[in-house]
């Protein structure tokens, strides 16, 4: 029995449709990740299976139960963090350890979750004064306090200190260590890659791509090499040469659809030298998520989510 | 059983150090005991065996309404805005045991807040005359009634709209509520709607079950047991969990 199953889940609010039909499988020890733009369906979905909304359609099993019709009996065994708030405002972090330390039969020392979450400095501050990494960091060590087996992290990395960054990792990686299942959703790339097991890109409710990293960049365009020289040069002959496409892609920035291996690079820098051409740089570049996010969807991550959720601070994007 | 308990230690403890609810659980109150005790500048019922006989019925109900209506609107409206009612609902503590811990906060500040004034009002000369099971069971009546309306208000309403509404009441019924002067010294019609209102039904039965004797008559058992029924099931079909 996989430990998250969802068949076929359609959740839809009035007229919209926010996640449309999606199905998939999660198992212990296991880092899955959702991954996709604001609105894509990632809260949506992440929310149906800890119970708070009832699917529209399909079915979900968490730990063999349903967890909107059964989430008492699912409670004890999972950790949540929300994607905002969850805490007393006036309670500070200390206070709010304490009372969720009260809410489970075998919970996580106190002093070791303020260890592990960096949360030290903060023990006497009300909730409602904390920065926004402080909060992320409290809710993440209240979604583990528990024991959970199953544990959901609704964008744990959004505005988040680099402390807190560093947090969720080390949590995340423990928790792996110990057989826990973990549903992850972020829209940060480079926390998906870094992270996942296997990720799931969402698009507008729907499942675009699934795999584990490696394989959603392989499965992409490959790898390349970038170089900066002169703009207008003779591609076509470069492109003989080196016997692979060659695009300039701005003016000036040229790529090369080759593997970067030494051999590629030799051929690239020998072409360049025989024509006397001047080299701003050369780099080899891996194909990342973004790029296959771009090849999947026609969309840039980040491109949408002016607007909506604009509360939420929102980090650059890596490159 | 220990994630009640954890839960109902936080909720005394939320409510007995909150500076504005205890202005209007506590502070106003006393205030009013006091003051109108000792300068009698409020007319007072023709029943009347002395200003705190009328006084102290009217200050527990006025207590009563405080903590059973305004500092738990106010307090559920905010932790509904900040999702803390959505976290809540993942955790082993769940729905039915947070309801419970939040009753028992409610019950245990109004027997501090009863307390208080009870001990003021012995000291300003009150005599208890009445019936301390028909005190209990009013003040159990009008609670439910109280909290249904704030649960109502915590549900369904804005944090910020509930916090001037539920202020916005309390300060209404003090006026017309039977708390601070008799609601036959009002207008006709505004005496005919404060009959309605759960307020005066409360001081109306505190004044005879500990103020003056007597029984309690009919429309205000009517009164407490309609609101005590129907303002709990009208925020339970209505409550939203999520803002």
């Known amino acids: 029995m996989p430990t998250i199953e969802v068949n076929d889940l359609y959740i839809a609010y009035g007229e919209k449709i926010a996640v449309a039909g999606i199905s998939f499988k999660a198992d212990f020890g296991e880092v899955l990740t959702l991954l996709g733009p604001n609105g894509a369906g990632k809260t949506?979905?992440?929310?149906?299976?800890?119970?708070?909304?009832?699917?529209?359609?399909?079915?979900?099993?968490?730990?063999?139960?349903?967890?909107?019709?059964?989430?008492?009996?699912?409670?004890?065994?999972?950790?949540?963090?929300?994607q905002n708030g969850g805490v007393y405002p006036r309670m500070t972090p200390l206070q709010a350890l304490r009372l969720f330390h009260g809410y489970y039969k075998k919970p996580l020392d106190i002093d070791y979750l303020i260890e592990l979450t960096n949360l030290k400095g903060t023990l006497k501050t009300p909730y409602r004064r904390l920065s926004g990494g402080e909060k992320q960091r409290l809710s993440l060590a209240l979604a583990i306090i528990g024991r959970p087996k199953v544990v959901f992290l609704d964008e744990p990395t959004a505005g988040i200190d680099p402390e807190g960054r560093l947090a969720v990792r080390e949590v995340i990686r423990s928790l792996k260590s110990q057989g826990v299942c973990v549903l992850l959703t972020t829209h940060d790339l480079e926390e998906a890659e870094r992270l996942s097991d296997r990720i799931i890109i969402l698009d507008n409710g729907k499942i675009v791509a699934e795999g584990t990293p490696e394989q959603l960049m392989t499965a992409s365009s490959g790898d390349f090499i970038r170089f900066s020289a002169p703009s207008n040069l003779d591609l076509s002959e470069l492109a003989a040469e080196l016997n692979t496409a060659v695009t300039e892609e701005r003016a000036g920035e040229y790529v090369v659809s080759t593997k970067a291996t030494p051999e590629g690079v030799a051929k690239l820098t020998s072409f360049l030298a025989s024509k006397n051409i001047a080299v701003g740089d050369i780099r080899a570049a891996k194909s990342s998520l973004e790029d296959v996010f771009f090849a999947l969807t026609g969309k840039k991550m980040d491109s949408e989510v002016v607007g909506e959720q604009s509360d939420r601070h929102r980090r650059g994007r890596r490159r | 059983m220990k994630p009640y308990l954890a839960q109902a230690r936080t909720e005394i403890r939320l409510a007995l150090t909150q500076g504005e609810s205890l202005l209007v659980t506590i502070g106003i109150p006393v205030i009013v005991l006091i003051g109108l005790s000792l300068t009698k500048a409020l007319p007072l019922p023709s029943t009347a065996k002395s200003a705190t006989s009328f006084l102290v019925p009217g200050t527990m109900t006025l207590a009563i309404m405080a903590t059973g209506m305004v500092s738990s609107s106010i307090a559920t409206g905010v932790e509904r805005s900040?999702?803390?009612?959505?976290?809540?609902?993942?955790?082993?503590?769940?729905?039915?045991?947070?309801?419970?811990?939040?009753?028992?906060?409610?019950?245990?500040?109004?027997?501090?807040?009863?307390?208080?004034?009870?001990?003021?009002?012995?000291?300003?000369?009150?005599?208890?005359?009445?019936?301390?099971?028909?005190?209990?069971?009013?003040?159990?009546?009008?609670?439910?009634?109280?909290?249904?309306?704030?649960?109502?208000?915590?549900?369904?309403?804005?944090?910020?709209?509930?916090?001037?509404?539920?202020?916005?009441?309390?300060?209404?019924?003090?006026?017309?509520?039977?708390?601070?002067?008799?609601?036959?010294?009002?207008?006709?019609?505004?005496?005919?709607?404060?009959?309605?209102?759960?307020?005066?039904?409360?001081?109306e039965s505190l004044y005879h079950a500990i103020g003056v004797g007597g029984g309690i008559p009919l429309w205000a058992w009517l009164n407490m047991v309609i609101w005590a029924i129907g303002a709990p099931l009208l925020a339970a079909t209505s409550f939203r969990w999520e803002q």
Do not use: C, D
């Open chain 1, 44 to 82: 949506s979905t992440v929310e149906a299976i800890e119970g708070y909304r009832k699917p529209s359609r399909g079915e979900i099993r968490v730990l063999g139960l349903n967890p909107h019709k059964e989430l008492s009996k699912l409670a004890p065994s999972i950790g949540v963090m929300l």
């Open chain 2, 82 to 203: 900040y999702g803390v009612l959505k976290r809540l609902g993942a955790t082993p503590l769940g729905r039915p045991a947070l309801m419970a811990a939040k009753i028992t906060s409610i019950l245990v500040v109004e027997i501090l807040q009863l307390a208080v004034l009870a001990v003021i009002g012995l000291l300003l000369g009150w005599h208890p005359e009445g019936n301390w099971g028909l005190f209990a069971l009013s003040a159990v009546l009008a609670t439910s009634g109280f909290a249904g309306i704030g649960l109502l208000m915590a549900g369904t309403m804005k944090s910020e709209v509930i916090i001037g509404a539920a202020n916005g009441i309390y300060l209404i019924m003090l006026f017309i509520g039977g708390i601070i002067m008799p609601i036959s010294s009002l207008p006709g019609a505004i005496e005919t709607l404060a009959r309605l209102l759960p307020a005066a039904a409360l001081s």
